[in-house]
């Protein structure tokens, strides 16, 4: 092989991934100046009916689609999870740079160590953006979490001073910062187009998956129908919240040695193998060269996947 072709390649592999991020990004960038833009001036956007509106959206999403949105699979058309993590990526952008990281790992990995290495560089880098995402996701919804107990009483001091239901999630949607202030003020908006609360509620649970919210919706759809005191009852959640954390926070610490001990013994032996393909290939080749260590291979594979679920098991206790 010319020893200039492959630089060549990784070069224009990563202007590519450049590229794609920059026209992903840029759209959505325009699309909120613009719609900051017609605040300010004061311009009404919502002249079109909720029929018109949908179905414009629908035509303009079959319209707008691009060839790698027909090139994704169905499977990487993740529109919840994409919306869960309040990601602005379109799922088609995603699994296009998810492409050109695996080819250029592919092609990193037959350049500094050989070719029988080539898959793992590939499904590495594939799998970063993916893992970007479900971090992205995971941390949203942790400081939604977090913010919900705040969230209750706020709800409940507004009701108290009598204010609606509706105008409660209004002040928390204007006083408490994201993404519990987004997800809140989407229900108030909801409701004032004309949606009934409960089914609003109902989509936020869909949007963000926990259990303390169901209770919370659960709570409202059981008041509106039989009444009492919603104040109360979202005092009591609240509480019940915040005692929930606190014994979270007292497992994760006792937790804390096992964890760490399912990261080295995970670690361990994946960094000995790198170490080891980096300064002695000859020496690891055997594991895909040789029958037998093909089959040490696999084994190794499978007993380190078990290994880790069962000490995933032992330390993950649900509160």
């Given amino acids: 092989m010319n020893p200039i072709l492959l630089p060549v390649i990784v070069g224009g592999l990563v202007v590519a991934m450049v590229i794609l991020l920059y026209l992903a990004l840029r759209r959505n960038d325009e699309g909120r100046a613009s719609e900051r833009l017609d ?23 079959v319209d707008k689609k691009t060839l790698m ?7 990487f058309n993740l529109t919840r999870l994409f919306e869960q993590a309040d990601c602005n990526i379109k799922p088609s952008a995603l699994f296009g740079v998810s492409l050109v990281l695996s080819v250029l790992g592919a092609a990193l990995s037959i350049w500094l160590v050989n070719i029988y290495v080539a898959p793992m560089g590939a499904l590495g880098l594939f799998s970063l953006p993916w893992l970007w995402l479900y971090t992205k996701r995971a941390n949203r919804l942790k400081a939604f979490a977090a913010q919900l107990p705040d969230a ?58 926990n259990l303390d919210l169901k209770f919370f919706v659960t709570s409202v759809a059981i008041q509106r129908q039989t009444g009492g005191d919603l104040a109360e009852i979202l005092d009591r959640i609240g509480h019940v919240i915040r005692e929930r954390f606190k014994i979270l926070g007292q497992v994760k610490a ?19 193998f790198l170490m080891m393909l980096w300064m002695k290939p000859d020496y690891v ?12 291979s696999i084994g190794a594979i499978v007993l380190m996947l078990i290994g880790s679920y069962a000490i995933k098991k032992i330390v993950d206790i649900k509160v």
């Fill in 39 to 61: 605040q300010l001036v004061g311009r009404n956007t919502r002249t079109d009916s909720s029929a018109d509106l949908l179905l414009k959206q629908a035509l303009e999403e």
């Fill in 69 to 75: 949105d027909r090139l994704t699979p169905e499977f």
């Fill in 152 to 209: 209750m009483e706020l709800v409940a001091r507004a009701l108290r001073a009598g204010h609606s239901l509706a105008a409660g999630m209004h002040v928390v949607a204007e006083e408490m910062p994201g993404p519990i202030s987004k997800e809140f003020g989407r229900v108030y908006e909801e409701q004032n187009l004309g949606i009934p609360l409960e089914e609003a509620l109902k989509g936020m649970c869909e949007r963000v998956p």
């Fill in 254 to 272: 006792l937790t804390a040695e096992g964890r760490l001990s399912g990261v080295v013994l995970i670690a361990l032996p994946i960094g000995l």
């Fill in 285 to 296: 080749e055997l594991l895909w060269k040789d029958p037998m260590g093909v089959k040490m």
